[in-house]
């Protein structure tokens, strides 16, 4: 079964830290380019991450330095580390697999709240 999931979210302080992982399955992930969006409530869902097979990443402006996306193709798992965390990144992360013609998961809560 294809498929990926998230896990990791949380309510957390600002300046705290969350990892989230991705996990998939049902395809050959190392051949697939791994994406994390974020859906701030009222807003549309944006690129956070994106990691290649070749291990090439990119970031929203509003995230670099202080999030790292990762895999491990062992596992079938992407990462994302963020730290430092505001509450403008609240939302809920979702990640997405270009494969079985687009795949996302369900979603994991954020929340940066004092």
């Known amino acids: 079964q294809v498929r990926v999931a998230e896990s990791g979210g949380g309510l957390v302080q600002p300046g705290g830290s969350l990892r989230l992982t991705c996990a998939v399955s049902?395809?050959?992930?190392?051949?697939?380019?791994i994406n994390w969006y974020r859906q701030a409530p009222g807003k549309e869902r944006d690129l956070v991450a994106s990691?290649?097979?070749?291990?090439?990443?990119n970031y929203a402006d509003s995230v670099k330095g202080r999030f790292t996306i990762s895999r491990d193709n062992n596992k079938n798992m992407v990462y994302l580390q963020m730290n430092s965390l505001q509450p403008e990144d609240t939302g809920v992360y979702y990640c997405y697999a270009p494969a079985g013609g687009g795949l996302w998961g369900q979603g994991t809560q954020v929340t940066v709240s004092s």
């Open positions: 049902g395809f050959t992930f190392r051949f697939y380019t």
């Open positions: 990691i290649t097979p070749t291990d090439r990443l």
